[in-house]
Protein backbone atom coordinates (compact mmCIF):
# COMPACT_ATOMS: atom_id res chain seq x y z
CA UNK A 1 0.00 0.00 0.00
CA UNK A 2 1.01 3.37 -0.74
CA UNK A 3 2.15 5.27 1.94
CA UNK A 4 -0.22 9.09 2.20
CA UNK A 5 1.89 11.87 1.93
CA UNK A 6 3.19 14.02 4.75
CA UNK A 7 2.11 17.09 6.53
CA UNK A 8 4.79 19.54 7.50
CA UNK A 9 3.69 22.58 9.28
CA UNK A 10 6.23 25.20 9.11
CA UNK A 11 6.39 28.91 10.92
CA UNK A 12 8.26 31.72 12.38
CA UNK A 13 8.57 34.80 12.46
CA UNK A 14 8.27 36.94 9.62
CA UNK A 15 11.40 37.40 8.40
CA UNK A 16 13.18 34.27 9.34
CA UNK A 17 13.28 33.02 5.81
CA UNK A 18 10.46 30.33 6.08
CA UNK A 19 9.63 31.61 2.28
CA UNK A 20 12.98 31.62 1.17
CA UNK A 21 13.76 27.58 2.57
CA UNK A 22 10.07 26.55 1.62
CA UNK A 23 11.30 27.41 -1.85
CA UNK A 24 13.98 25.97 -2.16
CA UNK A 25 12.06 22.64 -0.55
CA UNK A 26 9.30 22.67 -3.12
CA UNK A 27 12.09 22.40 -6.11
CA UNK A 28 11.25 18.58 -5.10
CA UNK A 29 8.87 17.23 -7.51
CA UNK A 30 7.20 15.04 -4.72
CA UNK A 31 6.89 17.99 -2.20
CA UNK A 32 3.59 20.05 -2.72
CA UNK A 33 3.30 23.63 -1.19
CA UNK A 34 -0.06 24.89 0.16
CA UNK A 35 -1.56 28.45 -0.98
CA UNK A 36 -3.05 30.03 1.62
CA UNK A 37 -6.69 32.17 1.44
CA UNK A 38 -6.01 35.83 3.21
CA UNK A 39 -7.57 39.18 3.44
CA UNK A 40 -4.25 41.13 3.83
CA UNK A 41 -3.81 43.21 0.40
CA UNK A 42 -1.07 41.61 -2.08
CA UNK A 43 2.45 43.37 -1.25
CA UNK A 44 5.12 43.79 -4.00
CA UNK A 45 4.65 41.47 -7.18
CA UNK A 46 2.34 39.22 -5.02
CA UNK A 47 -0.42 37.40 -7.57
CA UNK A 48 -4.01 35.97 -6.92
CA UNK A 49 -3.65 32.10 -6.95
CA UNK A 50 0.47 32.26 -7.09
CA UNK A 51 1.63 33.77 -3.30
CA UNK A 52 -1.86 33.82 -2.19
CA UNK A 53 -5.86 33.20 -2.77
CA UNK A 54 -6.24 37.41 -1.58
CA UNK A 55 -10.03 37.48 -0.75
CA UNK A 56 -12.13 39.72 0.67
CA UNK A 57 -13.60 39.42 4.24
CA UNK A 58 -17.15 38.03 2.87
CA UNK A 59 -15.47 35.46 1.12
CA UNK A 60 -13.24 34.40 3.23
CA UNK A 61 -15.95 34.20 6.12
CA UNK A 62 -18.16 32.27 3.94
CA UNK A 63 -15.82 29.50 2.81
CA UNK A 64 -14.82 29.54 6.93
CA UNK A 65 -19.08 28.98 7.21
CA UNK A 66 -18.64 26.25 4.15
CA UNK A 67 -15.66 24.47 6.82
CA UNK A 68 -13.50 24.98 3.46
CA UNK A 69 -9.95 25.42 5.72
CA UNK A 70 -7.79 23.27 7.44
CA UNK A 71 -7.41 26.00 9.90
CA UNK A 72 -7.99 29.73 10.03
CA UNK A 73 -6.18 32.38 11.99
CA UNK A 74 -6.06 36.22 12.61
CA UNK A 75 -2.89 37.44 12.25
CA UNK A 76 -2.32 41.21 13.02
CA UNK A 77 -5.67 42.54 11.58
CA UNK A 78 -5.93 39.57 8.67
CA UNK A 79 -7.60 36.40 8.53
CA UNK A 80 -5.59 33.85 6.97
CA UNK A 81 -6.00 29.91 6.11
CA UNK A 82 -5.75 26.86 4.52
CA UNK A 83 -7.69 25.57 1.87
CA UNK A 84 -9.03 21.93 2.91
CA UNK A 85 -9.34 20.16 -0.70
CA UNK A 86 -5.82 20.68 -2.17
CA UNK A 87 -3.83 19.13 0.81
CA UNK A 88 -6.22 16.52 0.97
CA UNK A 89 -5.75 15.10 -2.57
CA UNK A 90 -2.16 16.07 -2.53
CA UNK A 91 -1.44 13.75 0.61
CA UNK A 92 -3.63 10.85 -1.10
CA UNK A 93 -1.76 11.03 -4.38
CA UNK A 94 1.73 10.33 -1.43
CA UNK A 95 2.81 13.97 -2.21
CA UNK A 96 4.32 15.55 0.55
CA UNK A 97 2.36 19.09 1.46
CA UNK A 98 4.03 21.84 3.41
CA UNK A 99 1.83 24.49 5.36
CA UNK A 100 3.83 27.64 6.10
CA UNK A 101 1.29 28.86 8.94
CA UNK A 102 1.89 30.93 11.91
CA UNK A 103 1.34 29.49 15.38
CA UNK A 104 -2.06 29.88 16.20
CA UNK A 105 -2.76 27.84 12.93
CA UNK A 106 -0.16 25.31 13.87
CA UNK A 107 -1.91 24.60 17.26
CA UNK A 108 -5.46 23.76 14.94
CA UNK A 109 -3.59 22.00 12.44
CA UNK A 110 -1.69 19.43 15.25
CA UNK A 111 -5.50 18.96 16.78
CA UNK A 112 -6.82 17.61 13.71
CA UNK A 113 -4.28 16.11 12.03
CA UNK A 114 -2.23 14.56 14.69
CA UNK A 115 0.74 12.87 12.12
CA UNK A 116 1.33 16.39 10.91
CA UNK A 117 5.28 17.17 11.84
CA UNK A 118 5.32 21.12 13.28
CA UNK A 119 9.11 22.50 12.36
CA UNK A 120 9.86 26.06 14.09
CA UNK A 121 12.61 28.29 11.48
CA UNK A 122 14.36 30.03 14.05
CA UNK A 123 16.13 33.81 12.85
CA UNK A 124 19.58 33.23 14.47
CA UNK A 125 19.28 36.52 16.69
CA UNK A 126 16.35 39.21 16.58
CA UNK A 127 19.08 41.68 15.33
CA UNK A 128 19.34 39.83 12.41
CA UNK A 129 15.41 38.84 12.73
CA UNK A 130 14.63 42.78 11.85
CA UNK A 131 17.47 42.96 9.32
CA UNK A 132 15.71 40.60 7.46
CA UNK A 133 12.38 41.93 7.42
CA UNK A 134 13.58 45.38 6.70
CA UNK A 135 15.96 44.31 3.69
CA UNK A 136 13.04 42.57 2.40
CA UNK A 137 11.41 45.87 1.94
CA UNK A 138 7.98 45.10 1.66
CA UNK A 139 7.33 46.22 4.90
CA UNK A 140 5.60 50.11 6.29
CA UNK A 141 8.01 51.06 9.44
CA UNK A 142 4.35 50.43 11.48
CA UNK A 143 4.13 46.76 10.02
CA UNK A 144 7.76 46.51 11.07
CA UNK A 145 7.21 47.00 14.31
CA UNK A 146 4.04 44.95 15.16
CA UNK A 147 5.70 41.98 13.66
CA UNK A 148 8.71 42.59 15.68
CA UNK A 149 6.56 42.58 18.44
CA UNK A 150 4.56 39.43 17.57
CA UNK A 151 7.78 37.94 16.85
CA UNK A 152 8.47 38.19 20.61
CA UNK A 153 5.54 36.04 21.25
CA UNK A 154 6.38 33.24 18.77
CA UNK A 155 9.35 32.66 19.61
CA UNK A 156 8.20 31.89 23.18
CA UNK A 157 5.97 28.80 21.54
CA UNK A 158 9.39 27.43 19.72
CA UNK A 159 9.10 24.46 22.41
CA UNK A 160 5.91 23.34 21.19
CA UNK A 161 6.82 22.04 18.17
CA UNK A 162 8.18 19.02 17.04
CA UNK A 163 11.37 20.75 15.81
CA UNK A 164 13.64 23.68 15.65
CA UNK A 165 15.68 24.57 12.55
CA UNK A 166 17.74 27.49 12.71
CA UNK A 167 17.96 29.45 9.73
CA UNK A 168 21.79 30.46 9.87
CA UNK A 169 23.29 29.67 6.88
CA UNK A 170 20.33 29.06 4.04
CA UNK A 171 22.00 25.92 2.45
CA UNK A 172 22.12 24.48 6.52
CA UNK A 173 18.52 25.26 6.81
CA UNK A 174 17.69 23.91 4.15
CA UNK A 175 19.68 20.50 4.37
CA UNK A 176 18.74 20.63 8.20
CA UNK A 177 14.48 20.61 7.38
CA UNK A 178 15.55 18.23 4.39
CA UNK A 179 16.98 15.35 7.09
CA UNK A 180 13.56 15.98 9.19
CA UNK A 181 11.63 15.16 6.26
CA UNK A 182 13.89 11.70 5.58
CA UNK A 183 14.14 10.90 8.85
CA UNK A 184 9.75 11.05 9.39
CA UNK A 185 9.65 8.78 6.35
CA UNK A 186 11.23 5.98 7.69
CA UNK A 187 9.61 5.96 10.56
CA UNK A 188 8.57 2.52 12.02
CA UNK A 189 5.15 4.48 13.13
CA UNK A 190 4.42 5.72 9.37
CA UNK A 191 5.71 2.85 7.64
CA UNK A 192 2.84 0.01 6.03
CA UNK A 193 5.11 -3.06 5.28
CA UNK A 194 3.97 -5.26 2.42
CA UNK A 195 5.66 -8.28 4.06
P1 LIG B 1 9.57 34.91 6.03
O1 LIG B 1 8.91 34.12 4.92
O2 LIG B 1 9.88 34.05 7.21
O3 LIG B 1 8.83 36.14 6.42
P2 LIG B 1 11.57 35.52 3.98
O4 LIG B 1 11.81 34.19 3.37
O5 LIG B 1 10.76 36.50 3.21
O6 LIG B 1 10.99 35.41 5.48
O7 LIG B 1 13.01 36.14 4.29
C1 LIG B 1 13.17 37.46 4.79
C2 LIG B 1 14.41 38.08 4.16
O8 LIG B 1 15.59 37.42 4.65
C3 LIG B 1 14.46 37.94 2.64
O9 LIG B 1 14.95 39.13 2.07
C4 LIG B 1 15.41 36.77 2.41
O10 LIG B 1 16.08 36.87 1.19
C5 LIG B 1 16.37 36.89 3.59
N1 LIG B 1 16.90 35.59 4.07
C6 LIG B 1 16.22 34.43 4.24
N2 LIG B 1 17.04 33.45 4.73
C7 LIG B 1 18.26 34.03 4.87
C8 LIG B 1 19.54 33.54 5.33
N3 LIG B 1 19.72 32.29 5.75
N4 LIG B 1 20.57 34.41 5.34
C9 LIG B 1 20.41 35.70 4.94
N5 LIG B 1 19.24 36.22 4.49
C10 LIG B 1 18.17 35.40 4.46
P1 LIG C 1 2.46 37.37 5.55
O1 LIG C 1 1.48 38.49 5.69
O2 LIG C 1 3.87 37.77 5.95
O3 LIG C 1 2.41 36.72 4.20
O4 LIG C 1 2.04 36.23 6.59
C1 LIG C 1 1.83 36.54 7.95
C2 LIG C 1 1.83 35.26 8.75
O5 LIG C 1 0.68 34.48 8.39
C3 LIG C 1 3.05 34.37 8.52
O6 LIG C 1 3.50 33.89 9.77
C4 LIG C 1 2.51 33.26 7.67
O7 LIG C 1 3.22 32.05 7.86
C5 LIG C 1 1.10 33.14 8.21
N1 LIG C 1 0.16 32.44 7.32
C6 LIG C 1 0.17 32.38 5.97
N2 LIG C 1 -0.84 31.61 5.53
C7 LIG C 1 -1.49 31.15 6.63
C8 LIG C 1 -2.61 30.27 6.83
O8 LIG C 1 -3.22 29.73 5.90
N3 LIG C 1 -2.99 30.04 8.11
C9 LIG C 1 -2.35 30.59 9.17
N4 LIG C 1 -2.79 30.27 10.38
N5 LIG C 1 -1.30 31.41 9.02
C10 LIG C 1 -0.87 31.68 7.77
Not at 10 to 17: K, L, R
Amino acid sequence: MKNSGLLLVISGPAGAGKGTVVSKLVKDENIRLSISATTRAPRGKEENGREYYFYGREQFEKMISENGFIEYAQYLENYYGTPKRPVEEWRKEGKDVILEIEVQGCEKVKNSVPDCISIFIMPPSMEILEKRLRGRGTETEENIQKRMKRAKEELALAKNYDYVVVNDTLEDCVENVKAIITAEKLSSQRLSFDI
